[in-house]
C-alpha cells in the first residue's frame, strides 16, 4: 500500500517568508509525528498529533511554528518568518496508534533551505 | 531528556560484528530501533518493550535493560547493506512520543 508522503520535496524560500509543508499519513494511521533532521543529527520531535486528542506541541522551538491535522489525516506544518537555522529536513511519520508499541512510519522529508 | 548512543560513529568490514549502545537518564517504557541510509527515511528495525516483548525483524537482535536504562543494538556478520545511520528512541511512562538519539554512524566495506 502507500506509504506516507510529503510535499514539497525540496523548498528553497527568502528569510523572513513563511512556508507550509504537507504530509500525508498511511490511511488509518491515528497517530502522527512530525521530526526536524539538521544536517549530519539526530531527529528532533516537533509536534504529535493523536486521533482527536489535543495535540502534544512539546518539541516546536518558537511559536514561529505551528501544525495542524484536518480530519484526522492530512497535516500541515507552518513556519512563519522563516530564518537560516530553519533550514533542515522536515520528517512526517505515521503509526497505526500513538502507543510506545507502534513502528513509526516515516515519510521521505521536505528539504527546506532557508537564504 | 536526549539518549545517548555510543559509539558514535563505527567502521567495519564485511562480515564483522557490531554493538550499538544506548543509554538513558530516565526510566525507559520503551526503545525503537531504526536505520537511516544517507538521503532516504529512517526505517524500522525493532522496538523492545519494558517486560521484555520485543518486536521487529528476525535478523536483527536487540537488548533493553530497563534497571540500567540501556538498549544495545547487536548487527552480526555485517553485510554492506548494513551501512547507515542507526537512531534509537525513547519512550518513558505514558508518553507517546520519542526522543531520539544522535545516531550511530556505521560504515561497512568491503
Known amino acids: 500500500g502507500a506509504g506516507v508522503s510529503q510535499s514539497p520535496s525540496n523548498k528553497v524560500t527568502e528569510k523572513g517568508k513563511d512556508v507550509e509543508l504537507r504530509c500525508d499519513p498511511i490511511s488509518g494511521h491515528t497517530a502522527l509525528y512530525w521530526y526536524r533532521q539538521s544536517l549530519g543529527q539526530g531527529l528532533e520531535f516537533l509536534i504529535y498529533?493523536?486521533?482527536?486528542?489535543?495535540?502534544?506541541k512539546s518539541g516546536l522551538p518558537s511559536d514561529r511554528f505551528s501544525a495542524e491535522r484536518t480530519g484526522g489525516s492530512v497535516s500541515t506544518l507552518t513556519i512563519q518568518r522563516t530564518q537560516q537555522e530553519d533550514s533542515a529536513v522536515y520528517l512526517c511519520?505515521?503509526?497505526?496508534?500513538?502507543?510506545?508499541?507502534?513502528?513509526?512510519?516515516f515519510g521521505p522529508g521536505t528539504r527546506l533551505t532557508v537564504l | 531528556q536526549q539518549p545517548v548512543q555510543s559509539p558514535q560513529a563505527v567502521i567495519l568490514r564485511e562480515g564483522e560484528d557490531a554493538v550499538i549502545n544506548c543509554s538513558s537518564s530516565k526510566a525507559l517504557y520503551s526503545v525503537h530501533w531504526y536505520r537511516q541510509k544517507h538521503g532516504e527515511a529512517p526505517v524500522f528495525l525493532m522496538i523492545?518493550?519494558?517486560?521484555?516483548e520485543q518486536k521487529g525483524h528476525e535478523k536483527i537482535s536487540a537488548s533493553f535493560n530497563e534497571k540500567k536504562q540501556q538498549s544495545s543494538l547487536y548487527l552480526t556478520a555485517s553485510q554492506l547493506s548494513y551501512s547507515g545511520t542507526y537512531f534509537c528512541g525513547t519512550g518513558s511512562g505514558g508518553a507517546q512520543k520519542l526522543v531520539f538519539g544522535q545516531g550511530t554512524r556505521l560504515t561497512i566495506n568491503p
Open positions: 523492545l518493550l519494558k517486560g521484555g
Open positions: 498529533f493523536q486521533g482527536n486528542s489535543a495535540p502534544d
Open positions: 511519520a505515521s503509526s497505526p496508534q500513538g502507543t510506545s508499541y507502534n513502528e513509526q512510519f
